[in-house]
């Protein structure tokens, strides 16, 4: 099994930042890719950031200039750093991991945390 357990999420203001941490754990022989996804009430679930392992980064146009993701392989955790938000990145954000298990076969997985609200609110 693969676990991930996010963090950092919370009420900010607008002009303000956030620093979202996810930490996966479990039988992981090897990670492809780490990323985070939103999703605001009424709204499809979108990708927000990913970064592959060996640190190729993609954003959505929305977040670009003001968010920065990065992956510490040997911790194999991602961090979003939001910065200059908006009322419209007020989400749940979920974390999202592809790799490989540990085991006979090295069976892939895709597994999600199970979100932190971000509120952007004066």
């Known amino acids: 099994q693969v676990h991930l357990v996010e963090s950092g999420g919370g009420l900010v203001q607008p002009g303000g930042s956030l620093r979202l941490s996810c930490a996966a754990s479990?039988?992981?022989?090897?990670?492809?890719?780490m990323g985070w996804y939103r999703q605001a009430p009424g709204k499809e679930r979108e990708l927000v950031a990913s970064i592959t392992s060996g640190g190729s980064p993609v954003y959505v146009d929305s977040v670009k200039g003001r968010f920065t993701v990065s992956i510490d392989n040997a911790k194999n955790t991602v961090i979003l750093q939001m910065n200059s938000l908006k009322p419209e990145d007020t989400a749940v954000y979920y974390c999202?991991?592809?790799?490989?298990?540990?085991?006979?076969?090295?069976?892939?997985?895709?597994?999600w945390g199970q979100g932190t609200q971000v509120t952007v609110s004066s």
């Open positions: 999202n991991a592809k790799g490989r298990r540990e085991s006979r076969f090295r069976s892939p997985f895709d597994v």
């Open positions: 479990g039988s992981i022989f090897s990670m492809n890719a």
